[in-house]
């Protein structure tokens, strides 16, 4: 069975940090470009980042570009996403994606709140 799983989300403050993982199960996470999504309420789904398979080329939206960092750790079959300098426009579901795979994962809530 095909499974993205995001982890990592939670309560933080403006300007705070947060760090995503993306796992999976059922294929191989590494041989796959990674992009990671997210879904404010009300609102579509919009890309955040993506990340080559190598991980030597990335994209950022340019609402994070500058704040949010994304990486993988194909040895630890994991990808990240860095979130610094959090705004409360951040608040979102995140979700990550394997290009060409449809499966989307449940997500994980991050919320920007004082």
């Known amino acids: 069975q095909l499974q993205v799983v995001e982890s990592g989300g939670g309560l933080v403050q403006p300007g705070g940090s947060l760090r995503l993982s993306c796992a999976a199960s059922?294929?191989?996470?590494?041989?796959?470009?990674i992009g990671w999504f997210r879904q404010a309420p009300g609102k579509e789904r919009e890309g955040v980042s993506c990340?080559?398979?190598?991980?030597?080329?990335?994209n950022y939206a340019d609402s994070v570009k500058g704040r949010f960092t994304i990486s993988r750790d194909n040895a630890k079959k994991t990808v990240y996403l860095q979130m610094d300098s959090l705004k409360p426009e951040d608040t979102a579901v995140y979700y990550c994606?394997?290009?060409?795979?449809?499966?989307w994962g449940q997500g994980t809530q991050v919320t920007v709140s004082s």
């Open positions: 994606k394997a290009e060409g795979i449809a499966i």
């Open positions: 059922g294929f191989t996470l590494d041989y796959y470009a």
């Open positions: 990340i080559s398979s190598s991980g030597g080329s990335t």
